[in-house]
Structures are given as structure tokens and as C-alpha cells.
């Protein structure tokens, strides 16, 4: 299994810019995430989504959107992007019976900087 | 809503002890995590408490008291390897059981 996959890794954006972070997994988990650290900060949720076709927003969703047509995929989409949104992004997910209810699992990160 | 309080920075001998502790506030309690999340890379599951008491796991252990709003990790035998951040998060029954993170704890192990 390969978990919970993000890309890209890397990506340096100009002001105004769009993009997507795509994030993939394959546990068949109903609940995916997206969060962003900042440095020396903890986690902050920016949407989540409890099975496909449903989402909401979290703490700092202001700046981004997010769609989810299937269980596998919860892309996050930035439209104009700022300097604020200068960040590591972490996309999780977790399944909905047993111990793995517990555990989120994470993916590697996308460190994004805004010039 | 929820408020989560952890130290920032602390540094300890390869080989002590060292205890990190949390302090939370949520009006709708559904479990306290740690997790482990090295420099640069993603965290890691540590551990769960949804009730009082002690949860041992080989060289870590988590307590928690929902009285007192409280949850300590306890790391023995430290090895450089457990130099990283740890993350003190609560899960809130009134918010889809989302999680909210603290800002994290830096264990730095000198030999």
C-alpha cells in the first residue's frame, strides 16, 4: 500500500497564481484531510471531507477550495495564491471502524512558498 | 471551540527521562493524541487516551486526566532518534471528531 500520496513536493508560486495540491490514498479511508504548519506552529485544518461528495470547512479554509468526486482523491485547490499561504501542507486520512479510527495517517507534505 | 497549551523547547540527556505535557480546553472531549513528527518530514501516530490513566507502549507511555484538562507523554530511555516535535492534539465530538493540533513540543537529545 502506498498510503497517502501528495504532490507535488516542492512548489514556488508568483502572487495571483493558481494551483492544485493533489493528494491520493488507497486505504479506502472515508474521512481525508488538508492541513497547514507553519513554521514552529502546529496544525491547522483548512477542509476535510467524511466520505465522497461531502466536505466542510475548518479552522483557515479562507484562500482555498477542495472537491471530492471520489474516495481515492481530496485535491486542494488555491485560486489566487499570497504570501501568506507560504506553507507545508499535509494531506491525511483515516478510516471509520476499529483502531484505525484512531489514526490519522499523513502524507509526506508539499512545501509551498508564495513570491 | 478548542484551546490546546504545550511548552515549546526542551532539551535532554540520551538515556533520561522526559515528560512533555498538554493542557486542553474542548466542550465536546473525544479522545487526546500525540503524535511524533521529525524535522521535514510528516507525524507519525504515537499514542490515544480517551480515558484516565496511564497507556504504556514500550519506551512511551501517555496519561490523561479529563478533570483536569491534562495529558502528559512520557519518554524513557531516550535514544538521539527521538529528537523531534510532539504534538498534543484532541479530538472534538461536536466538530465531525475533527482534531486540533497544539503547536508542539522540540525534544532535542544530547549524548
Known amino acids: 500500500n502506498a498510503g497517502v500520496t501528495q504532490t507535488p513536493k516542492f512548489r514556488i508560486l508568483k502572487i495571483g497564481q493558481s494551483m492544485t495540491l493533489q493528494c491520493t490514498q488507497d486505504?479506502?479511508?472515508?474521512?481525508m484531510y488538508w492541513y497547514r504548519q507553519d513554521p514552529g506552529m502546529g496544525l491547522k485544518l483548512i477542509y476535510y471531507?467524511?466520505?465522497?461528495?461531502?466536505?466542510d470547512k475548518g479552522e483557515v479554509p479562507n484562500g482555498y477550495n477542495v472537491s471530492r468526486s471520489t474516495t481515492e482523491d481530496f485535491p486542494l485547490r488555491l485560486e489566487l495564491a499570497a504570501p501568506s499561504q507560504t506553507s507545508v501542507y499535509f494531506c491525511?486520512?483515516?478510516?471509520?471502524?476499529?483502531?484505525?479510527?484512531?489514526?490519522?495517517?499523513f502524507g509526506a507534505g508539499s512545501r509551498l512558498t508564495v513570491l | 471551540g478548542q484551546n490546546i497549551d504545550q511548552p515549546t523547547e526542551m532539551t535532554a540527556t540520551e538515556g533520561a527521562i522526559v515528560q512533555i505535557n498538554c493542557t486542553y480546553q474542548t466542550s465536546g472531549f473525544n479522545g487526546l493524541f500525540w503524535y511524533q513528527q521529525h524535522a521535514g518530514e510528516a507525524p507519525t501516530f504515537l499514542s490515544y487516551?480517551?480515558?484516565?490513566g496511564l497507556e504504556e507502549k514500550g519506551r512511551f507511555s501517555s496519561f490523561l486526566s479529563r478533570s483536569k484538562g491534562y495529558s502528559y507523554l512520557l519518554l524513557k530511555e531516550l535514544q538521539m532518534k527521538d529528537s523531534a516535535s510532539y504534538l498534543c492534539?484532541?479530538?472534538?465530538?461536536?466538530?465531525?471528531?475533527?482534531?486540533?493540533f497544539g503547536k508542539g513540543n522540540q525534544v532535542v537529545v544530547i549524548p
Open positions: 492534539a484532541v479530538r472534538d465530538l461536536y466538530g465531525n471528531n475533527r482534531l486540533a
Open positions: 487516551n480517551v480515558l484516565d
Open positions: 491525511a486520512s483515516r478510516g471509520t471502524g476499529g483502531s484505525g479510527a484512531n489514526v490519522l495517517t
Open positions: 486505504m479506502n479511508h472515508n474521512y
Open positions: 471531507s467524511v466520505g465522497a461528495g461531502i466536505t
